[in-house]
């Protein structure tokens, strides 16, 4: 079983910084990709970015420039740093994580329980 637990959401103003982090733990043989999704109100889920096991990563346009992605291997931990954040930008966030599970040998997706983040002065 793989748990992913988030943390850093909150109340910010525009133009203010946040930092989320999501620890993977369980039962991982190896980690492909984790990254971040969000979901606003009445509005899709959006992917807003993606760190592979190469580091190479990836971001929505929406937010490039503005948000960086990190990942500490040793720590099966990824963070998303948001910077100069918009009132659009308020959303749940969750994280997620492809891997392969050490015990089933088999390809699988764990998501996070969700962080909400606010922009608003």
């Known amino acids: 079983q793989v748990q992913l637990v988030e943390s850093g959401g909150g109340l910010v103003q525009p133009g203010g910084s946040l930092r989320l982090s999501c620890a993977a733990s369980?039962?991982?043989?190896?980690?492909?990709?984790m990254g971040w999704n969000r979901q606003a109100p009445g509005k899709q889920r959006e992917l807003v970015a993606t760190?592979?096991?190469?580091?190479?990563?990836s971001f929505a346009d929406s937010v490039k420039g503005r948000f960086t992605i990190s990942r500490d291997n040793a720590k099966n931990t990824v963070h998303l740093q948001m910077n100069s954040l918009k009132p659009e930008d308020t959303a749940v966030y969750s994280c997620?994580?492809?891997?392969?599970?050490?015990?089933?040998?088999?390809?699988?997706?764990?998501w996070g329980q969700g962080a909400q983040v606010t922009v608003s002065s």
């Open positions: 369980g039962t991982i043989s190896r980690i492909n990709s």
């Open positions: 760190i592979s096991s190469n580091g190479s990563t």
């Open positions: 997620y994580l492809d891997g392969t599970d050490s015990r089933k040998g088999s390809s699988f997706r764990a």
